[in-house]
Protein backbone atom coordinates (compact mmCIF):
# COMPACT_ATOMS: atom_id res chain seq x y z
CA UNK A 1 0.00 0.00 0.00
CA UNK A 2 1.24 3.42 -1.01
CA UNK A 3 1.33 5.38 2.38
CA UNK A 4 1.83 8.87 0.04
CA UNK A 5 -1.99 8.57 -1.40
CA UNK A 6 -2.78 11.13 0.72
CA UNK A 7 -0.45 13.55 -0.64
CA UNK A 8 -0.36 13.15 -4.37
CA UNK A 9 -1.37 16.65 -5.56
CA UNK A 10 -3.30 16.43 -8.67
CA UNK A 11 -3.35 19.06 -11.39
CA UNK A 12 -5.69 21.10 -13.46
CA UNK A 13 -5.37 21.69 -17.25
CA UNK A 14 -3.64 25.12 -16.88
CA UNK A 15 -0.97 23.86 -14.27
CA UNK A 16 -0.66 21.04 -16.87
CA UNK A 17 0.25 23.12 -19.65
CA UNK A 18 2.67 25.16 -17.68
CA UNK A 19 4.59 22.07 -16.85
CA UNK A 20 4.55 21.52 -20.46
CA UNK A 21 6.20 24.33 -20.95
CA UNK A 22 9.26 23.59 -18.81
CA UNK A 23 9.19 20.10 -20.68
CA UNK A 24 9.75 22.13 -23.99
CA UNK A 25 12.91 23.54 -22.89
CA UNK A 26 14.34 19.50 -21.60
CA UNK A 27 13.13 18.33 -24.96
CA UNK A 28 14.58 21.29 -26.95
CA UNK A 29 17.93 20.66 -25.28
CA UNK A 30 18.16 17.07 -26.15
CA UNK A 31 17.10 17.77 -30.02
CA UNK A 32 20.67 20.17 -29.94
CA UNK A 33 22.81 18.18 -27.90
CA UNK A 34 22.03 15.36 -30.38
CA UNK A 35 22.35 17.60 -33.12
CA UNK A 36 26.03 19.22 -32.06
CA UNK A 37 27.29 15.44 -30.83
CA UNK A 38 28.80 14.58 -27.96
CA UNK A 39 32.26 12.66 -28.72
CA UNK A 40 35.16 14.27 -28.06
CA UNK A 41 33.61 17.03 -25.28
CA UNK A 42 34.26 17.08 -21.79
CA UNK A 43 30.78 15.91 -19.65
CA UNK A 44 31.26 19.71 -18.25
CA UNK A 45 31.29 21.70 -21.53
CA UNK A 46 27.53 19.46 -22.27
CA UNK A 47 26.24 20.73 -18.54
CA UNK A 48 27.53 24.07 -19.55
CA UNK A 49 25.73 24.41 -22.75
CA UNK A 50 22.64 22.49 -21.05
CA UNK A 51 22.68 25.61 -17.93
CA UNK A 52 23.34 28.39 -20.83
CA UNK A 53 20.33 27.04 -22.91
CA UNK A 54 17.84 27.13 -19.44
CA UNK A 55 19.08 30.28 -18.50
CA UNK A 56 18.17 31.72 -22.14
CA UNK A 57 14.66 30.42 -21.22
CA UNK A 58 14.54 32.43 -18.01
CA UNK A 59 13.99 29.13 -16.41
CA UNK A 60 16.20 27.86 -13.66
CA UNK A 61 18.15 24.10 -13.96
CA UNK A 62 16.12 22.24 -11.22
CA UNK A 63 18.41 20.24 -9.61
CA UNK A 64 20.73 22.82 -8.53
CA UNK A 65 17.46 23.55 -5.96
CA UNK A 66 19.03 20.19 -4.24
CA UNK A 67 21.46 21.18 -1.55
CA UNK A 68 24.71 20.47 -2.37
CA UNK A 69 24.63 19.77 -6.13
CA UNK A 70 25.90 22.80 -8.60
CA UNK A 71 25.34 21.63 -11.76
CA UNK A 72 22.43 21.57 -14.46
CA UNK A 73 22.62 17.71 -15.04
CA UNK A 74 23.68 14.67 -14.02
CA UNK A 75 25.83 13.18 -16.79
CA UNK A 76 26.35 9.25 -15.93
CA UNK A 77 28.48 7.16 -18.06
CA UNK A 78 28.91 3.22 -18.57
CA UNK A 79 28.53 1.89 -15.11
CA UNK A 80 27.55 5.29 -13.40
CA UNK A 81 24.04 4.58 -12.80
CA UNK A 82 22.70 7.80 -12.11
CA UNK A 83 24.18 11.50 -10.54
CA UNK A 84 27.64 11.42 -12.29
CA UNK A 85 28.67 15.05 -11.65
CA UNK A 86 30.04 16.97 -14.80
CA UNK A 87 33.62 16.97 -15.20
CA UNK A 88 36.26 19.02 -16.79
CA UNK A 89 38.67 16.06 -17.15
CA UNK A 90 36.41 13.05 -19.03
CA UNK A 91 35.41 13.42 -22.84
CA UNK A 92 32.96 11.48 -24.29
CA UNK A 93 34.25 8.44 -26.34
CA UNK A 94 32.50 6.59 -29.20
CA UNK A 95 32.26 3.26 -27.23
CA UNK A 96 30.25 5.39 -24.13
CA UNK A 97 27.02 5.11 -22.76
CA UNK A 98 26.05 8.63 -21.87
CA UNK A 99 22.65 9.37 -19.84
CA UNK A 100 22.05 13.06 -19.86
CA UNK A 101 19.43 13.60 -16.75
CA UNK A 102 17.65 17.52 -16.86
CA UNK A 103 15.53 19.05 -14.62
CA UNK A 104 14.09 22.44 -15.37
CA UNK A 105 11.69 24.78 -13.22
CA UNK A 106 9.77 27.92 -14.96
CA UNK A 107 7.87 30.06 -13.44
CA UNK A 108 7.15 27.64 -10.53
CA UNK A 109 6.65 24.54 -12.33
CA UNK A 110 8.88 21.60 -12.74
CA UNK A 111 9.66 18.79 -15.31
CA UNK A 112 12.13 16.42 -15.55
CA UNK A 113 13.58 13.85 -18.17
CA UNK A 114 16.38 11.75 -19.11
CA UNK A 115 18.03 10.23 -22.28
CA UNK A 116 20.22 7.43 -22.82
CA UNK A 117 23.03 8.36 -25.83
CA UNK A 118 24.87 5.51 -27.53
CA UNK A 119 27.54 6.29 -30.73
CA UNK A 120 29.56 4.20 -33.43
CA UNK A 121 31.28 1.93 -31.50
CA UNK A 122 29.07 1.10 -28.79
CA UNK A 123 28.92 -2.49 -29.05
CA UNK A 124 25.48 -4.66 -30.38
CA UNK A 125 24.49 -6.00 -26.92
CA UNK A 126 25.02 -2.30 -25.28
CA UNK A 127 22.43 -1.05 -27.94
CA UNK A 128 20.28 -3.93 -27.13
CA UNK A 129 20.51 -2.66 -23.45
CA UNK A 130 19.77 0.83 -24.09
CA UNK A 131 16.93 -0.13 -26.73
CA UNK A 132 15.15 -2.26 -24.41
CA UNK A 133 15.03 0.64 -21.52
CA UNK A 134 13.56 3.46 -24.11
CA UNK A 135 11.05 0.27 -24.94
CA UNK A 136 10.01 -0.44 -21.97
CA UNK A 137 9.47 3.30 -21.46
CA UNK A 138 7.25 4.14 -24.07
CA UNK A 139 5.84 0.53 -23.28
CA UNK A 140 4.72 1.58 -19.64
CA UNK A 141 3.11 5.03 -20.26
CA UNK A 142 1.16 3.62 -23.36
CA UNK A 143 0.01 1.05 -20.70
CA UNK A 144 -1.65 4.20 -18.39
CA UNK A 145 -5.02 5.53 -18.04
CA UNK A 146 -7.13 6.44 -15.27
CA UNK A 147 -8.59 4.00 -13.03
CA UNK A 148 -5.61 1.39 -13.68
CA UNK A 149 -3.16 0.63 -10.58
CA UNK A 150 -0.20 2.34 -10.95
CA UNK A 151 1.45 -0.62 -10.40
CA UNK A 152 0.86 -1.10 -14.01
CA UNK A 153 3.85 0.76 -14.82
CA UNK A 154 6.64 -1.22 -12.95
CA UNK A 155 4.57 -4.71 -14.75
CA UNK A 156 5.46 -3.39 -17.87
CA UNK A 157 8.87 -2.25 -17.29
CA UNK A 158 10.33 -5.39 -15.93
CA UNK A 159 8.32 -7.60 -18.04
CA UNK A 160 9.89 -6.04 -21.14
CA UNK A 161 13.09 -5.99 -19.52
CA UNK A 162 13.34 -9.36 -17.91
CA UNK A 163 12.20 -10.77 -21.66
CA UNK A 164 15.16 -9.36 -22.96
CA UNK A 165 17.70 -10.66 -20.64
CA UNK A 166 18.45 -7.63 -18.80
CA UNK A 167 17.40 -6.38 -14.70
CA UNK A 168 15.74 -3.26 -13.45
CA UNK A 169 17.65 -1.50 -10.96
CA UNK A 170 14.93 -1.72 -8.31
CA UNK A 171 16.35 0.80 -6.02
CA UNK A 172 15.48 3.67 -8.25
CA UNK A 173 11.79 4.95 -8.69
CA UNK A 174 10.39 7.03 -10.97
CA UNK A 175 7.87 9.91 -8.85
CA UNK A 176 5.80 12.54 -8.80
CA UNK A 177 6.71 16.14 -10.27
CA UNK A 178 5.61 19.61 -11.03
CA UNK A 179 4.45 22.12 -7.86
CA UNK A 180 8.11 20.38 -7.01
CA UNK A 181 11.33 18.26 -8.74
CA UNK A 182 10.28 15.31 -6.60
CA UNK A 183 6.63 14.64 -5.25
CA UNK A 184 4.26 12.03 -4.46
CA UNK A 185 3.61 9.51 -5.39
CA UNK A 186 7.08 6.82 -5.79
CA UNK A 187 6.59 4.84 -8.78
CA UNK A 188 8.45 1.87 -8.89
CA UNK A 189 10.06 -0.08 -11.80
CA UNK A 190 9.26 -3.51 -10.65
CA UNK A 191 6.21 -5.41 -10.66
CA UNK A 192 5.61 -6.63 -7.04
CA UNK A 193 5.86 -3.27 -5.34
CA UNK A 194 2.23 -3.97 -3.65
CA UNK A 195 1.44 -0.32 -4.40
CA UNK A 196 -2.23 0.23 -4.49
CA UNK A 197 -2.43 3.36 -5.42
CA UNK A 198 -5.30 3.78 -8.41
CA UNK A 199 -4.44 6.39 -11.51
CA UNK A 200 -6.11 9.86 -11.90
CA UNK A 201 -6.80 12.31 -14.10
CA UNK A 202 -4.71 15.28 -13.76
CA UNK A 203 -1.97 13.32 -12.18
CA UNK A 204 1.55 14.25 -13.52
CA UNK A 205 4.53 11.82 -13.23
CA UNK A 206 7.98 11.23 -14.11
CA UNK A 207 8.62 7.56 -15.42
CA UNK A 208 11.97 6.34 -15.55
CA UNK A 209 13.00 2.79 -16.12
CA UNK A 210 16.75 2.39 -14.99
CA UNK A 211 17.90 -1.22 -16.47
CA UNK A 212 21.32 -3.29 -16.21
CA UNK A 213 23.45 -5.89 -18.03
CA UNK A 214 24.45 -7.28 -14.41
CA UNK A 215 22.25 -8.19 -11.20
CA UNK A 216 20.56 -4.92 -10.02
CA UNK A 217 22.94 -3.65 -7.39
CA UNK A 218 24.37 -0.72 -6.52
CA UNK A 219 27.42 1.24 -4.95
CA UNK A 220 28.85 4.24 -4.05
CA UNK A 221 31.27 5.40 -6.46
CA UNK A 222 34.13 8.06 -5.56
CA UNK A 223 32.24 10.72 -6.49
CA UNK A 224 29.97 12.53 -3.75
CA UNK A 225 26.68 11.58 -5.66
CA UNK A 226 27.24 9.06 -8.01
CA UNK A 227 25.60 5.58 -7.92
CA UNK A 228 27.39 2.32 -9.76
CA UNK A 229 26.53 -0.82 -10.36
CA UNK A 230 28.11 -2.82 -8.25
CA UNK A 231 29.51 -5.12 -10.62
CA UNK A 232 30.29 -3.02 -12.78
CA UNK A 233 28.07 -3.57 -15.57
CA UNK A 234 26.71 -1.57 -18.07
CA UNK A 235 22.78 0.63 -17.55
CA UNK A 236 20.91 2.88 -19.47
CA UNK A 237 17.99 4.90 -18.00
CA UNK A 238 15.31 6.79 -19.92
CA UNK A 239 12.36 9.19 -18.33
CA UNK A 240 9.39 11.20 -19.53
CA UNK A 241 7.15 13.89 -17.55
CA UNK A 242 3.80 12.46 -18.86
CA UNK A 243 0.26 13.88 -17.36
CA UNK A 244 -2.50 11.30 -16.81
CA UNK A 245 -5.67 12.50 -19.24
CA UNK A 246 -9.36 11.31 -19.50
CA UNK A 247 -7.80 9.19 -22.77
CA UNK A 248 -4.30 8.00 -21.29
CA UNK A 249 -0.89 9.69 -20.89
CA UNK A 250 0.80 12.85 -22.89
CA UNK A 251 4.46 13.33 -22.90
CA UNK A 252 5.26 16.78 -21.37
CA UNK A 253 8.82 15.94 -22.20
CA UNK A 254 8.37 14.75 -25.68
Aim: charged share 25%.
Amino acid sequence: MNNNKRQVKLKSAEQISRIAEAGQIISDIFVKIEKNGLVGRTTWEIDSFIDESITKKKARAAFKTKTGYRYASCISLNEVIVHGQPSKKRKIKPSDIVKIDIGVSLKGFFADSCKTFTFTECPPESMRLVNTCENALMSAISAISPGKPINIIGQTIEKITQEQGFNVIRNMTGHGVGFLLHEPPTVFNFADSGDDYIIKEGLVLAIEPIITSGCGQIKKDDDTWALVTADSELSAHFEHTIAVTETGAILLTG
